[in-house]
């Protein structure tokens, strides 16, 4: 169980990103969302949000993903500001994903019985991958943030009993949405794609880019200006 100390900035990378003037802080606890900004080069913190993700009743996968990516970039901002210094730029960083299929959405599985109820569901049929991310500045209000999602479709072909049973057994299912990982074992099942791959693993790396040289008078801006 993590401490509160602990859940204070836990820093990733120590160097600042010259393109990005501003301190990026993960408010995520997945190692897939760290392992894809460290690939690409992303300077960060990592500093989870631990918040209610109660779907609301009769709640669309779009505002539902939006609204907790927005949350835990809030619940991370109010606890940061506390130690942050008040000149300090920082921007925050919520994201959560989910997969929907035949309208059904699928978030984590709670056992394997409930992993392989959701992999017999994906099997032969194209489903979506939706990710909800929110930036906004640390100490600001909330309407300085900025919210939006990415869409990805995704193909399985047919698995068979064995197949879904070996998987589960593996369980790599059992902490990912939609229970499958396909950046892992799950790979062999995927036939098509359509859309940002990154966003299936967990962090649609351009949406987040575009969101973050969105304002004008961001360091990145004017150097695609130029």
Known sequence: METEQERQVNVAE?????????RLVLASASPRRAAILRAVGWPFDKSPADIDETRHPNEEPVAYVERLALQKAQATAQR?????????????????????????????????????????????????????????????????????????L??????????????????EPMDKAGAYAIQGRAARFVEEIQGDYLNIVGLPVRLLYKMMTKKGDHPAASLLQN
């Not at 120590?14 to 501003?22: K, M």
């Not at 994201?95 to 032969?124: H, Q």
């Not at 879904?164 to 057994?169: C, N």
Request: a negative charge.
């Open 14 to 22: 120590s160097n600042q990103d010259e393109f990005f003037g501003e």
């Open 80 to 152: 940061l500001s506390s130690t942050a210094s008040s000149s300090e730029r920082c921007l925050i960083l919520g994201a959560d994903t989910v997969v929907v299929v035949e309208r059904e959405l699928l978030g984590k599985p709670i056992d394997e019985a409930d992993a392989r109820r959701m992999l017999k569901l994906l099997s032969g049929r194209w489903h979506e991958v939706i990710t909800g991310l929110a930036l906004l500045r640390a100490g600001l209000r909330e309407q300085d943030s900025q919210v939006a999602h990415e869409r990805t």
């Open 154 to 171: 995704v193909r399985f072909a047919s698995l068979t009993a064995r197949e879904i049973d070996w998987y589960v057994a593996s369980g």
